[in-house]
C-alpha cells in the first residue's frame, strides 16, 4: 500500500511539472492610446438653404481639437474620446428686397466612450452637448424712404424668427457632427484593435481547452489584462518592468521556447514595424524597422513593441 501510494505520488509531481504554470500579461501604455488622436481640424462647408421664405447662403467653419481623457476610476479599462469646439455661421438670408447678414456660434463637445473588455476595444453610443447663439450684423435695405420703412418692418420680425431659426442651426450642426464623429471613433476603435494582436497572441500561447477569464487592473499609465481563473489576480510583474516601458509589451512566465514562440514573435514584429506612422522620422522605404526581439527579465520573456516611440509620446503628452 505504501510503495502504491509512493507511485501516486510520483505521478503527480511528474504531472505537474508537465503542465508549467500559464501566466500571460498584456500591458498597453495610456500615452499609446492617446496618441492615436487626429490633430486638430479646421474644416469650412457651404450653406445654401431655404428658410421663412428667404434663401440663406454662407459658409459654416468648424474648429475643433481632439482629445482623449482615461477614466478616472482606475480599476476601469476604459476612456473617453472627445471632440470639442466651435462651428462659426455666416450667412446672408435674401428675400427681396431685404438682405440680412448674421453670425451664428455653435459651442460643442462631442464624446464616446471606449472600453477595453477582454479581447478587443468596443465602443458605447455618442453623446453630444451643444448650445447656440447668433446675431444680426446689418441689414441691407433699398436707399430713402422705402429702404427707411422696409428696416422698420424687418427688424422685428427677422429677431422674432431668430430663436427658431438658431433651434434649426443646432440640429442640423449636431446632427453633421455626430455622423463625422461616428466615423473618426470607429476608425480609432479599428485601428487601436489592428495594433493589438491579443486574439491571435492568445490562441498562440493558452491551451485550447482552457475556460479562463479576462481579468483587468488600470494604473496611472497602464491598462492591464490577463488570462487565468475566475477569482485569479494579475500576477506581479518583476521590478525591473518599472524600467523597461513600451506602448505595447507582452509578458510571459518561462521561457521562449517552441514554435508558439516563435509564431508569436513574428506575429508582434508585424505590429512593431506597422508604427511608422507614430515615429517622428518615418523610415525611408528602403529602410527595415528594426525588428524586436524577446527579452529575458528574471523567471519571465517579454516583447516590446514600439520601444522606440515611448519617449516621444511621453514628450507630447506633457506638453499637451
Not at 46 to 69: E, N, W, Y
Not at 75 to 97: C, D, E, L, M, Y
Amino acid at each position: 500500500m505504501l510503495s502504491l501510494l509512493a507511485v501516486r505520488s510520483t505521478s503527480a509531481q511528474e504531472a505537474a511539472a508537465e503542465s508549467p504554470e500559464i501566466k500571460i500579461v498584456l500591458r498597453i501604455s495610456k500615452d499609446f492610446i492617446c496618441s492615436h488622436g487626429p490633430p486638430p481640424i479646421e474644416r469650412v462647408a457651404p450653406i445654401d438653404r431655404c428658410l421663412f421664405g428667404a434663401r440663406v447662403t454662407g459658409t459654416a467653419t468648424t474648429k475643433g481639437q481632439a482629445a482623449l481623457t482615461v477614466d478616472g476610476d482606475q480599476s476601469k479599462p476604459s476612456f473617453t474620446f472627445h471632440f470639442k469646439g466651435t462651428t462659426t455661421q455666416r450667412t446672408v438670408a435674401s428675400q427681396h428686397p431685404v438682405k440680412a447678414y448674421s453670425t451664428g456660434v455653435t459651442t460643442f463637445d462631442v464624446y464616446r466612450p471606449i472600453f477595453f473588455e477582454g479581447l478587443e476595444f468596443s465602443d458605447g453610443p455618442e453623446v453630444i452637448e451643444a448650445s447656440q447663439s447668433s446675431r444680426l450684423d446689418r441689414l441691407s435695405v433699398p436707399p430713402g424712404l422705402r429702404g427707411s420703412i422696409v428696416r422698420l418692418f424687418a427688424t422685428p420680425r427677422i429677431e422674432e424668427k431668430r430663436p427658431q431659426g438658431d433651434a434649426i442651426a443646432l440640429r442640423e450642426t449636431k446632427a453633421t457632427l455626430l455622423a463625422d464623429f461616428g466615423k473618426e471613433t470607429d476608425r480609432l476603435v479599428a485601428e487601436l484593435n489592428s495594433r493589438m494582436p491579443w486574439k491571435q497572441t492568445l490562441a498562440m500561447l493558452m491551451p485550447q481547452q482552457t475556460e479562463w477569464v479576462e481579468h483587468f487592473a488600470s494604473t496611472k499609465d497602464w491598462i492591464l489584462v490577463s488570462p487565468g481563473p475566475k477569482g485569479a489576480t494579475i500576477p506581479e510583474l518583476p521590478e525591473e518592468s518599472v524600467e523597461l516601458q513600451a506602448p505595447m509589451e507582452l509578458w510571459v512566465y518561462g521561457k521562449p521556447d517552441g514554435p508558439a514562440a516563435t509564431k508569436v514573435v513574428a506575429l508582434w514584429n508585424t505590429i512593431h514595424n506597422g508604427l511608422d506612422r507614430f515615429r517622428v522620422l518615418p523610415p525611408a522605404a528602403s529602410t527595415v524597422v528594426k525588428g524586436i526581439e524577446p527579452s529575458a527579465v528574471g523567471n519571465w520573456w517579454v516583447i516590446r513593441a514600439g520601444a522606440d516611440l515611448l519617449e516621444g509620446m511621453i514628450d507630447k503628452a506633457k506638453a499637451d
